[in-house]
């Protein structure tokens, strides 16, 4: 490439517009976070649009990252999804990580929240079907995405009024919480968002599909009441309450949904991944059946899943316990909830 890679992810905006980075061609910045820059950049060999992700400098010389980069790039790139962003190529050119994939034209969910708030619930449960989707595919293949909030969503313009958005999962494999066990970096600071991480990822026992039925259940929280389901002024707070605190029920932050909603909500977000659904499109078919349950006659979500939704792609897994989860500990007073007033989110 011609640019240093130095004025990554923090430096000049354009820096590196109108260069070349191996065989692509940066056209112009789309977006950052918070380890990379993602680019919209031509393909000098096919003459083609792609989207080019560039890795934060630092994440190159981690050798955890990049083995787990090298080998999460590929097995996400095997996967042939109409909800998952088709990677093209995931390399390495002077001391970069890239990784390209075909360039989405349209906004994320983050960036489409913030916009318009809460979404109407058929929108909602449309997005949602289609992430979960995407994610039972991942699962099949073993690939458990661990980072699944509205930055990753990409949402574009769908083929008709039917399907008004196409949508598309992102980033797999590439969690700043892979840095180390605990997502906490070298200088003991957690990147990344911890409104979606699932109670076992902050505990560090493994994590498998259930991890991402977690943080699909926050998102469709989000994306119905405008808000994720826990909300602390302080991380550790936070945490606690991703471990420890009953979300509160969706119905509180959006009076007036179907009342089986609470219930299917209630079950992605339990703290124990058995007493989750099973699998994405478990949780989708029951938010869809309670979301239109007055049409069909008051044949609500109450509290228990059917489990006969499609995909679920774990059928050798033992039914989930019976009886209600153990009861938490008491929180210390620094993980008490913040009450900020004013009732539920706009
Ligand atoms: N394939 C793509 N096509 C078009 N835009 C994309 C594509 N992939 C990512 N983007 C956009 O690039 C921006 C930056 O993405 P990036 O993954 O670096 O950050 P993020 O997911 O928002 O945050 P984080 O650093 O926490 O992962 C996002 O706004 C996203 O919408
Ligand atoms: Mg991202």
Redesign the pocket.
Known sequence: MTGSGADLPSGRPSGLVGRDVAHYRIDAEVGR?GMAVVYRATDLRLGRTVALKLLAPELARNDTFRKRFAHESRVAAAIDHPNIVPVFEAGETEGLLYIAMRYVPGQDLRALLDRTGPLPVATAVRIAVQVASALDAAHAHDLVHRDVKP??VLVAEGTDSDRPEHVYL??FG?TKKSLSLTGFTSVGQFVGTLDYVAPEQISGRPVDGRCDVYSLGCVVYETLTGAPPFRRDDDMALLWAHQYDPPPPLSDARPGLPPGMDGVLAKALAKAPEYRFDSCMEFVTELRRAATAEDHGGDGVRGEARGDGPGDVRGDVPPPPTGPPPPPPAPPLWALPVFRGGGPPP
Request: zero cysteines; aromatic letters at 0%; proline letters at 0%.
């Open positions: 976070g930055g990753n992102t980033d590439l």
